[in-house]
């Protein structure tokens, strides 16, 4: 597939790799993906902001060329006048490779070279940048490097790699690798490494949730921004990073949105599990799937006691911290909400949020599953007394009889409704009134809703049996991922459970 | 200790407590302010949003005051009315405040023009214990009151997307005419705070003891040095952490201003001044090996609260501070190294001391390291790197021999003789190829490729170290360059680069030119251990004189003119704020060695 479109935001790269190539104007650029800022004995870690690090250029002898470039999720082209450069990723080997003809490759830190300390060794050239060893190892070629270190300035002049052609031909790997590592040896070619990657990407595409095939190209682009903002935390867990170029932080209740993607329920659960539920806790409707297609029932013992500790903490915090009335909750910061902008703090903080009770109510129906399921009968009961309760104060809190809105619970003041968190109740489904959930699928802007946290309110109205309203919304999302592309991974997880609930 | 009318103040030293996070500085450009952060994120002070003014207020507004801190906790005090407030700091992620006729209030003001953008949000707890505040990575704050009342304002600009004022005010009881108040700072769910907090007073007097059992870990000062040492020791205590985070044990902190980390060699350092409790002093030595790479034995150069970097390295400095305190202290602190401490720390040194063998090898088949940049040897702009690298580089051959000689020590210890046969083996041979290869009859030179750095940094003299290893001529030789006057020795000790060099800097530089305490401390202890204790004591003497003088600064430029072409430095005296050189723990372990084992009592 092509996904030059994405290389200014997201880059070309690989899900097991760090190596990224970016679009910056005209030209492309080699990166890394973010680290994390730390004082490096360069200074601030470069990586950590991954804006481009190395522009590539082509030259013919003294000459700039112009170039143009294709990419696909396994391969770069750069083509010029004079010649060409490809690019592929082989990810076991850390390695980045090119392989090009009739040009001289050049690699040019440029104002993005400061403070970097640059060394040239019988291995290759290293610089000082992402953390770990970055490494150029010319294959073929003969390479130019100035290492000198500016005293005055406690780093290197700014890198720039040459690579002339041996035979008329280039060839480059760059290794990221742990710091204190040899390189590897690479043993596939890097049309082979180009066409395992291209493989692999298939086998990803075909792990996430069915979804009508005239709407694969959708599908496609989906596929490519959670196939390759994969991040691996300290923990080991595997996550799917917002854009891992910018940034290896994320929250879970992403994970739990992008979890709904996966066919496979471990893939599914290792991400809902991945960090420690947070604000706001729209875990339950991730577990809830995961519960009624029965997965968790296969699962290990040890997981399934560990997931009911778990988000029985996550309850009781809310109960402690952010509920005065019997199973009626309070966000206190807007951030908790999971979006820019809300009308719902208009009447003040703290405030019973619909979408909050709407996600807590789902919580404890999960409990009382998960209760069940550990054989704490009687915690289930109290789970769903709960339920009761909290729908309950859902309905006479925060329904007013139009809309939900939002109320302080110190003074009782209600807001203005939220284009989006007033829908959220949606998610109940079923387990809402039937006049309700009609009125908010009459009033209901579907475009408002197209977000990562949104996308579940028309999951719910699917499960409220607003069928019609459901695939309607459904369709003009898709139309609309197809037209402007998807610029979010979680987004886009919650596009394709959508378009396999509904279509 | 500091104050607005006392030698010292806030602007370069900034007042801290031992494992706590708070920070309190005078603000540089508007004298007169004191501003409060956290050093638990680890943004540098001049870049970070999570920053507060602290305003004394009489009916309200805001007031002048002067102020006046000791290890106890600081105070303001304002022109007029008795009105005054008082602000301690304690180790259980909690600061106290209180005050009389007078309120305090603390506004969000951002470092770098952001405003209150570090506020994700406040409100007032539901259960009634105080106002909580969101801050992002700088964690959560519960402001609550104890006496009078704690109000927070907060004003969330919607066009912006983000807070335009946060501020918190305490205000004093209508009757009684005082106030007292608590913030605790904490990460995620809010753990129950208990009300019974211990009376002010007890708490300042504890800290005041907490201080003073700190300090009894160091000798006396030599006569004279007594002052200043207690400014020295109360640094090193104010900036050790708090165990959170990454940081499982308390460590030392480099300083407060730029970044809160603990520097791996650091530990060493502060380490070999702690002559009167030498199982502290041991356990400084080891924190950094509990972040040990189990592959290749690399240990981190930093460490924070967020992490480890392992990237970035520092010298083999743990067989130098070993070194001194043996000699120093030998019989209470050999206690510490019984068979089975021996046994759980003799594979890890030995890892460290073959990761620089195996991976900085200079490839001969010998010991003989090449170090990749100028931080591996701990000297960040010496002159001695001015050919860039691979370099040979015999401060890291000496420090290398003294770590072989004490790997040896800990093989012995847990019964390892043949190995410490070995080790012992190792260092003889490094030190002869470093007599050998390194020293031009002269002084000690760095070879990039074969080729001796024509440079005249301090670093061509610190293998002295070595003491009485060394052939007694090469002895001679260093004590007569270091006291040599003009040249390394200027009036406030030694200069890391000559005098007479065109390459000596006082500018944005460490080692090219600055007189830094490291040094002196370093080239101090190596020529007393060599036996040239009057040049020592010379040496120490002027350094630690100036830090009576200026503070306790980790370096400093000895003119206000280059000697060597008389042109005006780029950087005047005294320090002023750009030159971004504030009080730190390792100027300040750095005197306390010098001042308590150097200088003749």
């Known amino acids: ?503 | 200790m500091f104050g607005t009318n006392e030698r010292f103040n806030l602007t370069r030293a900034t007042y801290s407590r031992r494992g706590s996070h708070p920070i309190i500085f005078e603000d540089f450009n508007t004298p007169g302010l004191l501003r409060i952060t956290s050093n638990r994120a680890g943004d540098p002070m001049a870049a970070t949003d999570f920053l507060f003014d602290v305003n004394l207020t009489v009916d309200g507004a805001p007031v002048k005051y002067t102020y006046f801190a000791d290890e106890g906790s600081l105070r303001l005090e304002a022109d007029c009315d008795c009105a005054w407030a008082e602000i301690a700091i304690t180790d259980r992620n909690h600061v106290r405040y209180r005050g009389e006729n007078a309120g305090l209030q603390l506004v969000l003001r951002s470092a770098t023009g952001g405003g209150a953008r570090a506020c994700r949000g406040i409100h007032a707890a539901l259960d009634g214990s105080g106002w909580e505040g969101e801050f992002g990575k700088h964690g959560k704050l519960l402001v609550k009151a104890i006496a009078g009342a704690a109000l927070a304002t907060a004003v969330y600009d919607e066009e912006k997307g983000a807070f335009s004022c946060v501020k918190f005010d305490f205000l004093p009881d209508a009757e009684t005419g005082e106030f007292e108040a608590v913030i605790h700072e904490f990460f995620g769910a809010r753990p129950c705070f208990c009300d019974d907090y211990e009376p002010f007073d007890e708490l300042v007097d504890n800290n005041k003891a907490d201080y003073a059992a700190f300090a009894q870990k160091y000798a006396d000062a030599a006569p004279g040095y007594e002052g200043i040492a207690k400014y020295a020791k109360w640094v090193i205590w104010s900036r050790r952490s708090a165990t959170a985070g990454a940081i499982k044990e308390p460590m030392i902190l480099f300083q407060n201003d730029w970044n809160a980390v603990a520097a791996s060699w650091q530990q060493s350092y502060n380490a070999m001044p702690m002559l009167e409790d030498p199982k502290e002093a041991w356990r400084q030595i080891c924190t950094l090996f509990a972040y040990q790479d189990e592959r290749t034995g690399r240990l981190p150069g930093m460490l924070t609260y967020t992490g480890p970097n392992n990237a970035g390295m520092q010298p083999p400095f743990q067989g130098f501070a070993l070194d001194f305190i043996i000699r120093t202290n030998g019989e209470a602190f050999l206690e510490q190294l019984t068979p089975s401490e021996c046994e759980r720390m003799y594979p890890k040194f030995a890892k460290w001391a073959n990761f620089w063998t195996t991976y900085r090898s200079a490839g001969r088949g010998d010991d003989v390291t090449a170090i990749l940049s100028p931080h591996e040897s701990g000297w960040d702009d010496a002159s001695v790197f001015k050919d860039g690298f691979p370099a040979i580089d015999p401060n890291t051959l000496a420090f290398l021999v003294l770590l072989f000689e004490n790997v040896a020590r800990l093989a012995e210890g847990c019964g390892k003789t043949a190995e410490a046969k070995e080790w012992n083996k190792r260092a003889e041979k490094l030190t002869q190829t470093l007599i050998k290869e390194h020293w031009d009859g002269e002084k000690f030179v760095t070879t990039v490729k074969g080729k001796a750095v024509d440079s005249k940094s301090l670093a061509c003299y610190q293998p002295i170290i070595l003491g009485k290893r060394l052939p007694q001529e090469i002895i001679d030789k260093v004590a007569e360059k270091l006291t040599e006057e003009g040249e390394l020795l200027t009036e406030i000790g030694l200069a890391s680069e000559s005098m007479t060099s065109e390459l000596a800097t006082f500018g944005i530089s460490f080692v090219c030119g600055r007189v830094v305490g490291p040094q002196n401390m370093i080239l101090t202890v190596g020529l007393k251990s060599a036996g040239k204790d009057k040049e020592a004591d010379l040496i120490a003497r002027r350094f630690c004189d100036h830090v009576k003088r200026e503070g306790v600064i980790l370096g400093y430029a000895p003119y206000d003119y280059y000697p060597a072409t008389g042109k005006k430095a780029d950087q005047q005296i005294p320090p002023h704020p750009a030159d971004g050189w504030p009080w730190s723990s390792w100027c300040a372990n750095s005197f306390m060695t010098m001042a308590t084992a150097i200088i003749a009592k």
């Open chain 1, 1 to 503: 597939m092509n996904v030059k479109p994405y290389l200014k935001d997201f880059g070309f790269s690989h899900r097991e790799s760090k190596h990224m190539v970016v679009a910056k104007g005209e030209k492309l650029w080699i990166s890394l993906a973010a680290t994390g800022g730390f004082m490096t004995s360069a200074g601030a870690d470069p990586g950590a902001v991954s804006a481009g690090l190395l522009e590539i250029n082509l030259f013919d002898g003294g000459t700039e060329l112009a170039y143009t470039y294709s990419a696909t999720e396994s391969l770069i082209v750069l083509e010029s006048a004079k010649g060409a450069v490809r690019i592929a990723i082989d990810a076991p080997s850390n390695a980045l490779l090119f392989e090009g003809e009739g040009v001289t490759l050049q690699l040019n830190a440029g104002s993005a070279g400061q403070f970097v300390t640059s060394l040239k060794t019988p291995a290759g050239i290293e610089l000082s940048i992402g953390g770990g060893r970055y490494l150029f190892a010319a294959k073929r070629g003969s390479v130019e490097f100035d290492d000198t270190w500016i005293l005055s300035q406690f780093h290197s002049v700014t890198p720039i790699l040459t690579l002339s052609p041996e035979g008329g031909k280039v060839a480059l790997v760059a290794y990221e690798l742990p710091v204190d590592t040899t390189p590897v040896e690479i043993t596939r070619t890097l049309d082979e490494c180009a066409k395992g990657n291209a493989a692999e990407f298939a086998a990803f595409k075909d792990g996430l949730v069915a979804t009508p095939a005239e709407w694969d190209d959708v599908r496609d682009n989906i596929a490519y921004l959670l196939w390759i903002n994969k991040g691996t935390l300290l923990s080991g867990a595997q996550v799917v990073l917002e854009n891992k170029r910018r940034s290896p932080d994320t929250q879970a209740r992403f994970q739990a949105i992008a979890s709904l993607a996966f066919k496979d329920a471990d893939t599914a659960l290792g991400l809902l599990t991945a960090l420690p539920f947070d604000a706001p806790p729209v875990e339950s409707i991730a577990l809830l799937r995961l519960i009624d297609e029965g997965a968790l029932a296969r699962a290990h013992r040890g997981t399934v006691y560990d997931l009911y500790n778990a988000l029985g903490d996550s309850a009781r915090q809310w109960a402690r911290e952010r509920s005065v009335t019997p199973g009626l909750y309070a966000y206190a910061y807007r951030f908790e909400t999971g979006i820019k902008k809300t009308t719902l703090f208009g009447a003040g903080e703290p405030v019973a949020a619909p979408d909050l009770n709407a996600y807590l109510l789902l919580q404890s129906e999960a409990l009382a599953k998960l209760a069940e399921s550990v054989w704490e009968s009687g915690d289930a009961i109290r789970w769903r007394e709960s339920v009761k309760t909290q729908r309950a104060a859902l309905i006479a809190h925060l329904w007013n009889g139009e809309t939900f809105v939002g109320e302080n619970v110190r003074t009782g003041a209600k807001s203005a409704p939220d284009p989006v968190l007033s829908y959220m109740p949606l998610v109940l489904g079923k387990r809402l009134p039937a006049e309700i959930a009609e009125k908010l699928a009459q009033s209901v802007d579907g475009e408002a809703l197209e977000s990562a946290i949104g996308t579940l309110a028309i999951l719910g109205l699917k499960d409220a049996g607003c069928d019609e309203a459901a695939s309607k919304l459904t369709l003009a999302a898709l139309g609309r991922a197809r037209a402007d592309g998807v610029d979010c991974p979680f987004y886009g997880a919650a596009l394709l459970a959508l378009a396999h609930k509904v279509l």
